[in-house]
């Protein structure tokens, strides 16, 4: 099935309650479905993002079946896979896209799965004319992989006047003209991505697909800290992760209701305390311990 066939301006809802999740599950142990246990593996290792991780479930059965459907004679219908992606810093949300670039690649959705990640000053020129070049040339660099687009509400502001309704009008059009296929993905802040969209009555029918990025609990955030130092082969006294359950509490209590960089403060935190070890093992002469080279205090929480 071409790239050009899976697209369609409808969106299907494949709702995979407990039991039907399962079986999805159990499916992905079948060679026949690589692509879908190499997705399901990233997926584990991602905190929260239920809403995406039932999306891409989704994603790939309805691939798979328009191939079955196909063998058989019977009719496809395309869909976009355009997207936004709400949420704050720090959620997931690049990570999301790139994972989502990786598995259409695989599947043959898209031609090159690659990732281009871009901003408002990478499509907006200073004068008339260059702001639907820049934009132009952006989604040619993009062709055959995903276009990611952080803090796209940026485009909406500065009025009618401003040069970033020029590139929204641009990329509008390049959803719906181009012959070799890109996946768009607007991300940014909930509410300023709602505002975002009422900018143009026709944009919200043009990215059928919106997920949610929750801000993560405290627990969550902890589970985090706990996977990074999994991951760089350190441990952590319980006197170490009650300090740092302490300052995650206290900082999202102080930010309340201001934006909170979620994962981006964790692991700022860690590599922190990372390099707080460093310096302490020095000083306590301990190089030749492996004990303590690889365990984390509180006092490294500092």
Not at 5 to 14: E, L, Y
Not at 43 to 71: D, P, Q, S
Not at 116 to 130: F, N, S
Request: charged share 30%; glycine share 6%.
């Amino acid at each position: 099935m071409s790239a050009q066939q899976i697209q369609s301006k409808s969106r299907i809802r494949v709702l995979f309650k407990d039991r039907e999740q399962q079986n999805i599950e159990s499916i992905a142990d079948d060679p026949d479905h690589y692509v879908l246990k190499k997705a399901e593996q990233q997926l584990h290792r991602l905190i929260g993002v239920t809403e995406l991780k039932t999306f891409i479930r989704e994603v790939y059965a309805w691939i798979h079946i328009n191939r079955c459907r196909e063998k058989h004679q019977l009719k496809t219908k395309q869909q976009s896979m355009h997207m936004i992606f709400k949420g704050s810093p720090g959620t997931g949300k690049t990570t999301a896209a790139r994972l989502l670039g990786d598995m259409f690649r695989e599947l043959g959705f898209l031609e090159k799965g690659h990732f281009i990640e871009a901003e408002r000053a990478d499509l907006v020129g200073e004068y008339i004319g260059q702001t639907a070049q820049k934009t132009r040339e952006l989604v040619q660099k993009a062709e055959g992989g995903i276009l990611f687009i952080d803090e796209a509400y940026a485009l909406a502001r500065g009025g009618e006047k401003d040069f970033g309704k020029e590139a929204v009008d641009t990329l509008v059009k390049a959803m719906e003209d181009q012959f070799h296929p890109f996946v768009l993905i607007l991300a940014g802040y909930s509410t300023e991505m709602d505002r975002f969209l009422h900018m143009n009555p026709g944009l919200p029918s043009r990215f059928p697909i919106q997920l949610e990025f929750p801000d993560f609990t405290v627990a969550q955030l902890m589970k985090i800290a706990e996977d990074m130092l999994v991951d760089r082969d350190y441990i952590w006294t319980m006197e170490a992760k009650e300090r740092l359950r302490k300052q995650v509490q206290e900082q999202k209590a102080h930010l309340n209701p201001q934006p909170f960089s979620n994962g981006r403060y964790i692991r700022n935190l860690v590599e922190q305390a990372i390099r707080n070890h460093a310096v302490r093992t020095m000083r306590e002469k301990n190089e030749d311990n492996k004990d303590a080279l690889r365990t984390l205090t509180d006092v490294d929480f500092k």
